[in-house]
Each structure stands twice: as structure tokens, then as C-alpha cells.
């Protein structure tokens, strides 16, 4: 199975700063078709995943565009321009080149 | 509006049996794969399987092989993960999410609202 590592694992961040989550895959997540099927997902406490991003940078529709991801291979980034009160919950990136597909182990944001 | 709605929760003891529901609205049902979530108290997520309802063809972790059965019924859009004698560890929320599966994407898109399975003496 390929494994999802994220870091950091908790991200307390100021109103208004950025933020940045890096996800690393144990093996190349570039498909045969030459796709790279990477995504991010937000879940805020209580309520079920959000897709936010997939294939490393296209932003699902709603989501605001100070989200943005880049990377490529094994190494991915999802950067958040200037973090507001409503991006508080846990980010996982999660792989859907290989079977079986995996997430990573999440990462916390939350407000200093 | 793509909608999932699940089964609502459920309390049950060690050894006994399960399947909770997962039904879908508002797309093609029968032509867009789905698949189970699992998330333990105060843990991530883990990927269970996925199921094509119009073939019902079925993909699992191997984690979760032998564990549990993915299954569908397209004639009432509902997908189901049933256990045949659960356990303590069994104990989680379980999510359905669609999963588009092709060049364009293969992620979960919609997420149902989760079922919570307490297995419990």
C-alpha cells in the first residue's frame, strides 16, 4: 500500500497569516494515464470530509482561492493564503492512483 | 444536488451481525463508484473499499478483506457495509463518500453524514 505522511500533524496558526501542510507518498503518485490523482479534504469537528482540492491543484467549486496546492510525484503542499476562523478542522490528503487508495494521517488548524 | 443519506446509528453487541445503508440522490447512481470510510474515536480516515453499483464490482483494502461485505442495490441507489459478527474494535463512524474514478479525478466528492456503530457489551 502507498503511505500518506503529513506534516505538521498540528498547525495552530494567527487570523490572517498563512499556513502550510506538506503530504509526502511512499511511492510516486503519477498514474499510467499521466494523471496524478492527489486530493485534499477538510473536516471540521462533528461533520463528515469535504473534498477542497483534487489532481494536486484544481479547486473544487465554493472553495475560496486563497486554498491552493502544488507538487508533484511524492511531495505536495496545500498553502493557505490568509487562514480565517472558518478554515479551523483537520486536513488530510489523501492518494487515488493505486489501489488500495489511502489517506494521510491528517493535520490540526487551528487558531493561536 | 447530489445527496447520501445513511442509516442511522446503531448499538450492538460483540458477535452480532450489521449492514447499514447508504442511499444516493440527485446523479447517475449506477455509474459512479462508492465507497466506505472508517473513522475511529479520534482518528483519521481509512479507506474500507469501493463498489461500482451497475456491476456491483468491488475493490477492498486489504485491511478490511474478510472483515466486512460492500454490496449494493441499484434498483433503490443504496450501498451498504454489512459485518457478520462485529467486534469491539468495530467501534467507529462509518462514512459513505462517492467516488469518481476517472482521468479527470478519483477522490470522494460527496460524503454521506455518517453512521456511527457502537460495539459494546
Known amino acids: 500500500d502507498i503511505v500518506m505522511t503529513q506534516t505538521p500533524l498540528s498547525s495552530p496558526v494567527t487570523l490572517g497569516q498563512p499556513a502550510s501542510i506538506s503530504c509526502r507518498s511512499s511511492?510516486?503518485?503519477?498514474?499510467?494515464?499521466?494523471?496524478?490523482?492527489l486530493s485534499w479534504l477538510r473536516q471540521r469537528p462533528g461533520q463528515p470530509p469535504r473534498l477542497l482540492i483534487y489532481?494536486?491543484?484544481n479547486r473544487v467549486s465554493g472553495v475560496p482561492d486563497r486554498f491552493s496546492g502544488s507538487g508533484a510525484g511524492t511531495d505536495f503542499t496545500l498553502k493557505i493564503s490568509r487562514v480565517e476562523a472558518e478554515d479551523v478542522g483537520v486536513y488530510y490528503c489523501m492518494q487515488g492512483t493505486q489501489l488500495p487508495f489511502t489517506f494521510g494521517p491528517g493535520t490540526r488548524v487551528d487558531i493561536k | 444536488e447530489v445527496q447520501l443519506v445513511q442509516s442511522g446509528a446503531e448499538v450492538k453487541k460483540p458477535g452480532e451481525s450489521l449492514k447499514i445503508s447508504c442511499k444516493g440522490s440527485?446523479?447517475?447512481?449506477?455509474?459512479?463508484?462508492i465507497g466506505w470510510v472508517r473513522q475511529m474515536p479520534g482518528k483519521g480516515l481509512e479507506w474500507m473499499g469501493i463498489i461500482y453499483p451497475d456491476d456491483s464490482q468491488s475493490v477492498y483494502s486489504p485491511s478490511f478483506q474478510g472483515q466486512v461485505t460492500i454490496s449494493v442495490d441499484k434498483s433503490i441507489s443504496t450501498a451498504y457495509l454489512e459485518w457478520s459478527s462485529l467486534k469491539a474494535s468495530d467501534t467507529a463512524i462509518y462514512y459513505c463518500?462517492?467516488?469518481?474514478?476517472?482521468?479527470?479525478?478519483?477522490?470522494?466528492?460527496?460524503w454521506g453524514q455518517g453512521t456511527l456503530v457502537t460495539v459494546s457489551s
Open positions: 440527485g446523479y447517475s447512481f449506477s455509474t459512479h463508484w
Open positions: 489532481k494536486i491543484s
Open positions: 463518500a462517492r467516488h469518481p474514478w476517472s482521468s479527470t479525478w478519483s477522490t470522494f466528492d460527496y
Open positions: 511511492q510516486s503518485l503519477v498514474h499510467s494515464d499521466g494523471n496524478t490523482y
